[in-house]
């Protein structure tokens, strides 16, 4: 049932703006037909009223179905109906159809968005002709101050819409903003996972790649090599369709996502390229990967390929410590840094938006060179572990 109601409802939704006012321009189509006969709607003039008849029907047509277009087309709606509410008034009739003056001087200020100064100053002239024949038809039966009184409600009605009006597009605007933030945001992240994916397994493959020229008289090392070649390579693809997932869900990339578990990958796969790296493990990680192990897996991963790039063949040692709060970090290599290591610097690319995730998460983030080498290290809150 509740499914059904949805359709519906966005089946109605999906229509031309129009067809959804068409309901509003009936019911008072409606309510004014069967009232008609006792003329209870506004009186201006001071004209005796006339009893309905054909031409009081053909008028309340002329003030009601107008209100059809208060959205689609507001200008149009409301000469429309003011055309018909004059008629009304200069026949005396006096329906209850004449409530849609009102009602639509109300709506279309809230939805009018072009000349809108333009058309309260024709308004307004139009108005000024209309009081003027009215005072002139009914012989000045009726004071000038009655005719600005209902100028001075109908002007509180517009300024009323206008503030809608404003409300409207002041939440229009603040949607706009949150879903451009929402983008850039989404933009930024899938950027990081590319860098890190890419620098990672790239940097491991070129180095696989220049170390297999000097294997060539040893062909059971040479196979090898291409093969963890090989093998970095399709780890790069899986890395890379799980971004094309986050990036188009109908893709049918499975969900992955990487953890501070996987770091035996990580240094197996940094050894394989020619980096001495030692790894240490303190504690236990969590059963269920979260935030805060994904992040901890981007640091292992951005050290180890500072490693590679810039202290290729030195030792390295990873140190991982988990704990019920937090999980720290720390990659470390020994030997003079090179002048454009990133570890040396607080710029790069990687590092840059490690420092971001990890303060996101409410911890700490350092990136640090030294005579004797550089050191990756972080501080993740990662909440309670049970």
């Not at 709606?77 to 018909?84: F, K, N």
């Not at 991963?301 to 030792?315: C, D, F, S, V, Y």
Request: glycine share 10%; aromatic share 4%; hydrophobic share 45%.
């Amino acid at each position: 049932m509740t499914s059904t109601v949805r359709r519906v409802l966005d089946g109605w939704r999906g229509r031309d703006v129009a067809v959804r006012d068409l309901p509003l321009a009936l019911l008072v189509l409606t309510v004014s037909l069967v009232l008609a006969p006792y003329g209870t709607g506004t009186e201006l003039g001071g004209l005796p009223s006339r009893p309905f008849d054909g031409v009081s029907a053909v008028i309340i047509v002329a003030e009601c179905l107008p209100l059809a277009l208060l959205r689609s087309r507001p200008l149009a709606c409301l000469v429309l109906v003011s055309g018909g509410f004059a008629a009304d008034q200069l026949l005396a009739f006096h329906s209850v159809a004449t409530l849609a003056l009102p009602v639509s001087v109300l709506c279309v200020s809230a939805y009018l968005d072009a000349r809108r100064r333009l058309a309260i100053a024709l308004l307004s002239a139009a108005y000024v002709l209309f009081a003027v024949a009215l005072y002139v038809v009914g012989r000045g039966s009726e004071t000038a101050m009655e005719f600005v009184t209902f100028y001075g409600v109908l002007a509180m009605l517009w300024i009323v819409g206008s503030w809608l009006r404003a409300r409207r597009q002041a939440e229009e605007e603040r949607r706009r903003r949150i879903a451009e933030e929402t983008r850039a945001a989404e933009r930024a992240r899938i950027a990081r996972e590319l860098h890190d994916v890419v620098t990672h397994h790239v940097t491991a493959m070129v180095l696989q790649a220049e170390a297999a020229q000097y294997l060539t008289k040893s062909p059971d090392r040479l196979a090898q090599n291409l093969s963890d070649v090989a093998g970095t390579g399709r780890r790069a693809i899986t890395d890379l369709r799980h971004l094309l997932g986050l990036l188009d869900p109908d893709h049918g990339a499975g969900e992955r996502t990487p953890s501070v578990q996987g770091v035996e990958n990580l240094v197996e796969q940094a050894r394989r390229a020619g980096q001495p790296v030692d790894l240490a493990r303190e504690g236990s990680p969590a059963s269920t990967p979260g935030g805060a192990e994904l992040v901890a897996y981007r640091v292992v991963q951005e050290g180890l390929t500072n490693a590679l790039k810039h202290a290729h063949g030195r030792r390295t040692q990873v140190d991982v410590r988990y704990d019920e709060a937090e999980i720290v970090v720390r990659v470390s290599t020994s030997g003079a840094v090179p002048a454009a290591t990133p570890g040396g610097a607080e710029g790069g690319r990687g590092l840059a938006g490690l420092r971001e995730r990890v303060a996101l998460l409410g911890g700490d983030f350092e990136a640090s060179g030294r005579r004797d080498g550089f050191v990756v290290s972080a501080r993740i809150p990662a909440g309670s572990r049970s």
